[in-house]
């Protein structure tokens, strides 16, 4: 029993919501506010660092950032912002302006991956997940008798619906789980993860790349054009990090 | 014998194996680069084509140099690998068209290739007219010399013609009227566009050149046309009569009778003439039976005359902006009601057919009521030629007071050149119920709940959505938890866990259907039925209902050991169940009591067998 009202207690205290961060929450708004990007963004980074990722935070660093002139930064921080908020609209405007402001043409987006972009990816994996959970329970009625057999063919057919559209759009994302933002540009696309290699093209500021390998301080990075090299790891960074 | 045969054999095949690979010797060659001119000299409407072929595991793409004078032009790219005694060598080569502005000499310096530089190159290039030196292993000189007449004729005869189709003569200034460009090729005449098609002159604009154009064939007098065809959007920038000009460079390959060319030239035709990406390009089977000549051309429409008239000054309204075609406009208000500070969206849309860039409207205005932000456009076309479509004025406002607000309606003023005058259409104004706020600033909203669906302008000037308020959770970290073992352990157990179920059942369904596992449960069930009624009768001091069912008891048993077992029983089993038995009938019809004792004493020997039996099966 005392197991049992410790355990209660421990949910309680860590489903409340964090108040902690709401001073430093407070200065950095009041900084941003008074024009002081630089400490709101000082401000707001320690609150990530402390809190972990919010996409309120993420989406006022973002506009800090871009507003002292360095929208690479504001890409970064308006990507993961999207991750959480997926289809906010005031996001995506201000994504759009740091764009603009860093020179970069508008994303060429298919359809379908508008599309699936709806949900977040995380979503789609979790449906997807309870569908299987769905589906085998439906499977294991289907063996019995009666009513729980007549109930197994409607919870067949919306777990397989549920599985093949959350799948499919989880398979169109896919390579979002690998999307970068280069931080420091013009950087050098290399040949192999080396300095000295031959350049092989460049990337700029704020651009959007895809991570696909990593060696010894270099990652290997494929552009929206399909170039793909290798640059120093300090320069693209991942939108879905593991800690701020 | 047949041993030292083998081993000798065994022997050669090694040894060769061992040569093979040495052999083989390094897998990559060394990079080197080239550059040709082809043809080296040429007049100034002809063109040449610069190959640069690298080979080896250098694949980074030319620095082509600026010349004065010359136009080079990408082309085409190739690429090849090659295994030469196990070398492996990869080329790429890449092609550049080269015309000349004027005639003289030019030099092309060197061309680097990654690490690699080529020689520089030195082009001739004479006046129009001039016949150029041969390309490599193409058409003859001799036989252009030999058939000049039949060529010229030949090109003039070739010559495509290209024409506009308007669908009136009259125009309002900023009109946009529907147009399509229609440019005719013989049969037989290859073609490839040497840039994009243009319009001359300050006084249209057409839009949609860019776009691919449709082929289709027409028949004109008796011949075959390929007829390009482009839809596109002709714009009246001025007043006043202009024709309609527009002009696309190409170049031609026409293909020259063979009759007078020797059987030399006709190959060397064949193998020469390329037009790599051409329309139509048959300059390989046309080489077969003639010559290909290439010509470098200006396509030009017929001069199509346009009276331009300007806009009426009569009845012209303050708010016109330039719009002309014909518009509808709405506006929406969303959210439809809110609470003092709460941002919202007024959108003004504007639909119809015409100069949607030029459309513009009246924008609201800050109030006592109201604070409006900076408007945002977006035209958006229903059709590729971008005639038709509708542009939306997206507007942030934040009431400033509680109660029934009214947001005014806004006017829109365009000409209609189909009616030839203005038009005025208004909008009707919006009622907002806004409640009172919850001391919310009207910069600060919360992310989720935020109708921005357009850029609001802060405080500071810029085009940006403002800061939100700070709520809700924070996530330790945006990695997905798809590629974490965990999640992947919880998708594979419910696959498991469904394995075992669906066993277990199947196996359970799988004995229910067994008549003789269900004999067997039946057989067991009646032994501890009669057991049990075996006991009772002991209780009640009954010996005929205690032996019926000590008989039955025993006779369930047997059947059960039969069926499970073939085991013969002993001797000494065999006399107690006919003893047991014997009892049994004793009791049952000759109505013999052995007494209390004796029955617990027959009790223990019956459950003593029935162990036995047990112990058999």
Known sequence: MRVLCLGLVLLLVASTPLRADQPMVAAAAQAAAAGDYAAAVRDYEQVLNRDGFSAPVLFNLGNAWLRLGKPARAILDYERALVLAPRSPAIEANLTAARQRAGLAPEAISPWLTAARYFSFDSYIWAALAAVWLLCGALVLLCLNGVARRLARPLILVAALTLCVSADAAVLCWSDLYRAVVIQGPAILHLAPAPSAAASGGLREGEVVWLQDRYSGFVFVRTADGHGGWVSDAAAVPVRASRP | ?617
Not at chain 2, 310 to 317: E, I, K, N, V
Not at chain 2, 380 to 409: H, I, N, Y
């Open chain 2, 1 to 617: 014998m047949k041993s030292a045969v083998r081993h000798w054999r065994l022997s050669c095949v090694a040894a060769l194996v061992g040569l093979l690979a040495l052999s083989a010797g390094p897998a990559v060659a060394a990079s080197h680069v080239t550059a040709t001119l082809d043809p080296p000299s040429f007049s100034v409407t002809e063109s040449a084509e610069l190959t640069i072929t690298v080979s080896g595991d250098e694949d980074a793409v030319p620095l082509i140099p600026r010349v004065s004078g010359l136009i080079i032009n990408p082309d085409g790219q190739s690429s090849q690998v090659r295994q030469v005694n196990g070398a492996v060598t990869a080329i790429f080569a890449r092609t550049y068209r080269v015309t000349a502005n004027h005639e003289g000499a030019f030099t092309i310096p060197p061309i680097q290739v990654g690490n690699l530089t080529t020689p520089s190159l030195t082009v001739h290039v004479g006046a129009a007219g001039t016949a150029s030196r041969p390309r490599t292993g193409g058409a003859a000189p001799d036989s252009d010399r030999d058939s000049s007449a039949a060529v010229a004729k030949t090109l003039r005869e070739s010559m495509p013609t290209m024409k506009v189709v308007l669908p009136k003569g009259r125009l309002y200034v900023g009109e946009l009227v529907p147009i399509q460009i229609k440019a005719y090729f013989r049969e037989g005449v290859g073609a490839r566009a040497d840039g994009p098609l243009a319009a001359v002159g300050d006084a249209f604009t057409v839009s949609g050149l860019d776009k691919r154009a449709t082929q289709t064939q027409e028949a004109i007098g008796g011949v075959t046309y390929n007829v390009l065809t482009w839809n596109s959007v002709l714009g009246a920038l001025k007043s006043g009569d202009y024709p309609v000009a527009l002009e696309l460079p190409l170049t031609l390959t026409i293909q020259v009778p063979a009759a007078d060319l020797d059987m030399a030239s006709r190959l060397r035709a064949l193998f020469g003439t390329r037009a790599p990406g051409a329309f139509m390009d048959d300059s390989v089977f046309g080489g077969l039976f003639g010559r290909a000549v290439q010509k470098s051309v200006t396509l030009k429409t017929d001069l199509t005359p346009v009276t331009v008239q300007p806009l009426p000054a009569a009845d012209r309204p303050a708010n016109f902006s330039g719009a002309v075609g014909q518009f509808q406009v709405t506006s929406e208000l969303t959210p439809a009601a809110g609470a003092v500070g709460d941002p919202l969206t007024f959108k003004l849309t504007i639909t119809g057919k015409g100069n949607l860039s030029r459309v513009s409207s009246d924008a609201l205005q800050n109030s006592a009521q109201w604070r409006v932000y900076r408007a945002e456009s977006k035209v958006t076309a229903d059709d590729d030629s971008g005639l038709q479509g509708f542009k939306t004025f997206s507007q942030p406002v934040v009431p400033l007071q509680a109660g029934q607000l009214e947001l005014p309606g806004l006017s829109f003023s365009y000409f209609d050149p189909e009616a030839e005058r203005y038009v005025t259409r208004e909008t009707p104004s919006v009622k907002v119920r806004v409640t009172p706020g919850a001391g919310a600033t009207p910069a600060a909203s919360a992310l989720p709940a935020g109708p921005l669906t357009s850029a609001v302008q802060a405080e500071d000037g810029d085009a940006l959505a403002p800061d939100v308020s700070v709520t809700g959770g924070h996530t330790a970290t945006l990695e997905s938890p798809v590629l974490r073992p965990w999640f992947i352990a919880s998708a594979v157990t419910p696959l498991v866990l469904m394995l075992c179920a669906v066993t277990l059942i199947r196996r359970h369904q799988l004995r229910l259907g067994d008549a003789a596992l269900v004999l067997h449960a039946a057989r067991l069930a009646a032994v501890r039925i009669n057991l049990e009624s075996m006991a009772a009768a002991l209780n009640r001091g009954d010996p005929t209902a205690f032996f019926t069912a000590a008989r039955h008891a025993l006779q369930e048993k047997l059947a059960d050991m039969r069926q499970l077992s073939t085991a013969p029983l002993s001797a000494e089993d065999d006399a107690e169940i006919q003893a047991i038995l014997a009892m049994a009938e004793k009791a049952i019809y000759a109505g013999e009591n052995p007494g209390p004792e004796m029955l617990r004493t027959w009790q223990r020997r019956i459950l003593t067998q029935m162990d036995r039996l047990e112990a058999i099966a």
